[in-house]
């Protein structure tokens, strides 16, 4: 769970089997990693979690349900064996929960008292959420465009023109004007192993959110609707459709209405 010389320095899931039937009937059982680098603890204090690392914490934990729910028959199409433009809906929609206050008050304590986290302190991180997302929006944007322009060039780039094509892309989408001689394409990496998908990141949240809508109707904690969207989605990893996963799931065709209020554009 913690840091260590030459390890992975971000946090991820990583799949190790997915489920399948055998021919005598038998499942295999799901199994992952799940590899985090929360702070160290120290001498006078134990590890202590922003609350941001504790969103990261649940987004990965998405994944992690992803692939141990799985109950496909073939481990082709076990846990997050999806289209990639969807793998990132089962880990962004578990990021709502920790803004919730009924949530929160389960494990967000002083670690000296024990005093639950004040309910007004959650209201003002709920009302700052949203501060500067329509930048954060088109910053995305920026970079799936970055991302699809790259592996639609008809011809392998060098690093000025690589260079000229990231700053002009984040001038012509972006309010931050790019700093001459900086190469952000040099250090994105989801340039590698996403090849072209990047933009999944913000179209997986619009399903995300879509689906978390259901939640909010009975509460975060509802075993119903925990067992529903196990069933529908969960369970089913890449044997079906995302789409009609999701369309299983709110039980009609997906829309952007819960994705603009998360962001702070929902209708007065």
Avoid at 78 to 99: C, K, L, R, Y
Avoid at 162 to 183: A, C, F, M, R
Avoid at 191 to 209: D, E, N
């Amino acid at each position: 769970l913690y840091p260590r010389p030459d390890k992975y320095n971000h946090f991820g899931c990583f799949g190790l089997t997915g489920s399948k039937t055998f021919l005598n009937g038998s499942k295999q059982l799901r199994t992952a990693a799940l590899v985090c680098n929360f702070p160290a603890a120290t001498p006078t204090q134990p590890s202590l979690l922003t609350h941001q690392t504790v969103t990261t914490f649940f987004h990965e934990f998405g994944h992690l349900m992803h692939v141990i729910l799985s109950e496909t028959e073939l481990a082709t199409f076990a846990g997050t064996n999806v289209p990639v433009d969807f793998v990132e809906a089962p880990s962004q929609i578990m990021e709502n929960w920790v803004w919730n206050k009924e949530v929160l008050s389960l494990f967000a304590k002083h670690y000296k008292t024990g005093e639950v986290i004040p309910g007004d302190l959650v209201d003002r991180m709920i009302l700052a959420r949203t501060a500067n997302s329509g930048l954060n929006i088109l910053q995305q944007v920026y970079y799936g465009t970055l991302d699809f322009t790259l592996n639609d060039n008809p011809k392998p780039l060098n690093a000025a023109e690589i260079s000229k094509l990231n700053g002009d892309l984040q001038n012509q989408i972006t309010l931050y004007p790019w700093v001459e001689n900086t190469h952000f394409a040099g250090g994105f990496g989801h340039l590698t192993g996403y090849g072209s998908k990047y933009y999944g990141y913000l179209w997986s949240l619009v399903y995300a959110c879509d689906m978390y809508s259901e939640f909010e109707k009975i509460g975060p904690l509802s075993p119903v609707a925990g067992e529903r969207y196990r069933k529908e989605v969960l369970s089913k990893g890449g044997s079906n459709d995302a789409l009609q996963l999701v369309r299983n799931f709110v039980g009609r065709e997906p829309n952007n209405v819960a994705f603009l209020k998360y962001i702070g554009l929902e209708k007065k």
